[in-house]
């Protein structure tokens, strides 16, 4: 879905391990790394399209993981001239995304790039928390990092609570 504003909603997923660290994936036949996200089709809840993704790109379902957080408002981010559409109907200038936080339930034998027909990723791995800003193509820093730092407390929350 597109808005007035030419952003696309979308969901982000950042999907956290035991010890903190934040699954990043490689996309398909690329050298660019992110997390995992996706679009919110029509008559869809944030929290289906969440779950929709999550088992398209990384195969894991609701009851492999449990949700910690969400961003509170919609983040934006505009894409480099070169990547818009100006052919599509509406034109697509960026994201606007709502980022979850989730904590991994299960081992990571249940991560599966290939659950999908049309794969995005052909790699992943855990990362540091920071990590991911080094990392990211430039136009989506900003997000990232916004996200990056609101989720944060609640993970550490979570952290030093199991220690």
Known sequence: M???????????????????????????????????????????????????????????GRQHVEVLARTGDWLKYRLPEKLIRYDSTPVCIGQKQIWFLLRLQVTDDYVNLKSSDRPEFDSWRWVEYWYPLSEVVAFKYDVYKKVLQELEPHLRKLQGSAE
């Open 2 to 60: 597109i808005d007035n504003e030419g952003f696309r909603s979308n969901v982000g997923i950042i999907l956290s391990n035991r010890e903190g660290r934040l699954l990043w994936a490689r996309r398909i036949g690329q050298n660019a790394w992110q997390f995992p996200q996706g679009g919110v089709q029509r008559s869809e809840s944030l929290e289906d399209a969440l779950y929709r993704e999550l088992k398209e790109e990384v195969g894991l």
